[in-house]
Structures are given as structure tokens and as C-alpha cells.
């Protein structure tokens, strides 16, 4: 499992984690029964406090997406990809809605915001944005 933190973002550590390891589980990277890293392994890929990353797990572990098992690993559960996927549409919705908030209070026209919109969505696929003619 491989989790880019940005200590200085705007998230906290611990929102980072878990929105990385439902955006995993989403899109199938993680699949139900797979174990996931111990808190003292992750925190030290990550370089972070161990109890960031049980605070992270505990929070997975409450939503149902994980599930502790006695001298074993934690493990997605059974149910994780559904509610993942759930989970996923509702941080990106939020994002986008914050974004377009701010550009609306910006003073870009719908016309502008759309372009934007366009040209970062064509990046993010790995393409070069072509203006439409």
C-alpha cells in the first residue's frame, strides 16, 4: 500500500490516510480480506506518529471499513468497496463544490470556470487540453 502524505497540506495526517487507503479500496486497489500495513510499519514508511496512523485505522475500523481481528492484521471488510465508493463520490463532490465556490466568488464567469474545469480534467487524464473551435 503506498500513501502520499503532505505534512504541510491542508488536511490533517490522519484525514489524509483515510482518505487514501477509501480512494484504494474504491478503485480496487485494495480488495476485501486484504491486510493493510500495522500502525508501527505505516507509521514509519510514513514518517508520521504511530498514533496518527491508529487514529486513521480507528476511524476505517468505525465507518465499517475495516476490521481488527486478534493477532492478526487489520483487514478490509466484506462491505468496504460499496461503502467506499459511497464515500469516494462524497469527498470528491465536496471538493469540487469548495473549488467552484471559490471561483464563483472569484469573479469568473461560468464560461471560465468551465474552461478551467476542461483543461484540469484533460491533465489529469495525462492529455493535452485542445481549445475547441
Known amino acids: 500500500m503506498i500513501l502520499h502524505i503532505h505534512p504541510d497540506g491542508p488536511l490533517p ?3 489524509q490516510i483515510v482518505t487514501q487507503v477509501t480512494f484504494a479500496i474504491a478503485a480496487g486497489s485494495l480488495r476485501p480480506g486484504d491486510a493493510i500495513p500495522s500502525v508501527r510499519d505505516l507509521g514509519h514508511e510514513l514518517v508520521v506518529n504511530p498514533n496518527t496512523v491508529m487514529r486513521a485505522y480507528q476511524k476505517l ?18 462491505e468496504a468497496p ?12 465536496e471538493r469540487i463544490r469548495a473549488a467552484l465556490r471559490e471561483a ?14 476542461e483543461e484540469e480534467l484533460a491533465r489529469a487524464r495525462g492529455g493535452q487540453f485542445r481549445e475547441k473551435r
Open 82 to 93: 460499496a461503502l467506499c465508493r459511497q464515500q469516494r463520490l462524497q469527498i470528491v463532490r
Open 13 to 15: 495526517i490522519y484525514e
Open 61 to 78: 475500523e468505525s465507518d465499517g471499513i475495516l476490521a481488527a481481528r486478534r493477532g492478526r492484521p487489520m483487514e478490509v471488510t466484506a
Open 104 to 117: 464563483v466568488s472569484s469573479g469568473l464567469t461560468s464560461d471560465e470556470i468551465k474552461r478551467v474545469v
